[in-house]
């Protein structure tokens, strides 16, 4: 399998020095220093990203050098299109950090207005498209324009900018998971055929075709629950499974899947001492959040082979339940700070040697909405793939997100006998 390339671009090692003449005599007001600090990240052709900076008392202190704040991961088209100049644009593209004191709000009853302080800039060059490991700033820069009489700057802003390739390996399913498509890997304009995917429901009798039919039917508008989905590699083996081990049943009182009760999916890989048997390897559970607009909460547990049997969160993500959206696994971009690695790899698809020192991305999975043909769309970090089952244990996983997004629709839909749609 060959990957393709990938950059990924890190800010990290934050952290804002104020000089004591600037926090006394301060435009800005003494409170707001210690209030919130934060900045905000733009790379042209980007989503904005928002963070915290923490403030450094001591003139001698150093942020941790090994923090990630942000990362933006870049394909080859994007470092293309940052080094083209637009038609807007003089020059080149440029990463730009704006840092902000206080926020919006109220402070000791008196509002608290968020002011801008200062822009770090840092253009994009040649060594952007190299594809090679280059640390492009680490140290202290001053921002603002206010200085003291030596010149000094008041205000400073520490940082690390650095550029890592980050090769994946890029796969789609070819059709609806529930047709057991083919799984392609994807190499510019070439697919390349690697996995297949047999998706299938226990049923429930055994009887007339058509009345277990009704009954299946009937059982699904209360629950879903029997769903299996194997990946098979070329030779029609089963390297990997996935399978609902808790249905997605509507919660008392309501008519879908509620955080109180979530269906959750066991994510497997064959056992190489025992065949035909499978092996525990990630748990999946999701529910649907109600709000303005639905989304479908997956959250992912890594699970232990030894003998404790623990659990690892790897990820929580929201996904629109109309509109689809993005599962992924990636330390940079966890909302949890919490997340806690096993302490050594064991085997086959297994990342838990990840460490909290720039672990980075793992892998991300694009979904549709309820209802839309979706064709999951799937990225692995190359670090993490090993061998073939290595692999076909995420497209498990892709599977099983996949799936949750139409067993977390609501129950509200009311089987009518003649009808083939009941979900």
Request: aromatic fraction near 10%.
């Amino acid at each position: 399998m060959d990957p393709q390339a990938f950059t990924r671009l890190s800010i990290g090692s934050l952290g804002l020095r104020i000089s004591t003449s600037a926090l006394n005599c301060s435009k800005f007001g003494a409170n707001a220093f210690s209030s919130t600090c934060s900045c905000e990240i733009r790379l042209r052709g980007f989503p904005v990203q928002t963070t915290s900076v923490p403030l450094v008392s001591s003139p001698e202190a150093t942020p941790d050098i090994h923090s990630i704040a942000s990362s933006f991961y870049l394909e080859e088209a994007d470092v293309k299109a940052l080094l083209t100049p637009g038609c807007f644009y003089s020059s080149y593209a440029c990463l730009e950090i704006t840092v902000f004191i206080g926020r919006k709000g109220l402070y000791c009853g008196r509002g608290l207005k968020k002011q801008q302080i200062g822009t770090f800039k840092l253009d994009v060059g040649p060594e952007w498209g190299e594809g090679k490991p280059v640390t492009l700033f680490n140290g202290w820069m001053g921002i603002g324009k206010n200085k003291h009489e030596n010149g000094k700057p008041e205000v400073e802003l520490h940082l690390r900018v650095k550029l890592d390739p980050d090769p994946r390996y890029v796969f789609q399913f070819e059709d609806v998971t529930t047709l057991s498509p083919q799984i392609v890997q994807l190499q510019g304009s070439i697919k390349q055929p690697i996995f297949s995917c047999k998706f299938s429901r226990d049923r429930v009798g055994q009887v007339d075709p058509l009345s277990t039919y009704f009954s299946d039917m009937e059982m699904e508008r209360r629950e879903r629950k029997g769903w299996k989905v194997k990946i098979h590699d070329l030779s029609g083996s089963a390297v990997a499974a996935a399978f609902i081990t808790t249905p997605f049943v509507p919660s008392t009182g309501c008519d879908w899947v509620a955080k109180s009760n979530p269906g959750v999916w066991l994510i497997v890989h064959p056992d190489a001492c025992r065949p035909e048997s499978w092996l525990p390897w990630g748990k999946l559970e999701a529910w649907r959040e109600r709000g303005i607009r639905d989304s479908v909460c997956c959250r992912f547990h890594l699970l232990s082979e030894g003998q404790d049997g623990g659990e690892f969160l790897m990820s929580e993500v929201l996904i629109n339940a109309d509109k689809g959206g993005e599962f992924f696994i990636d330390t940079d971009r966890q909302t949890r700070t919490a997340v806690t690695p096993i302490p050594s790899p064991q085997s086959s698809g297994d990342f838990s040697a990840l460490s909290p020192i720039g672990a980075g991305f793992v892998m991300n999975c694009r979904v549709q909405g309820e209802g839309k043909r979706s064709k999951p769309l799937v990225q692995l970090a190359m670090r993490h793939v090993t061998c073939m089952e290595d692999a076909a244990i995420f497209m498990a996983l892709a599977a099983a997100v996949d799936l949750s997004i139409e067993a977390c629709k609501p129950f509200r839909r009311k089987f009518r006998r003649g009808s083939r749609h009941s979900l």
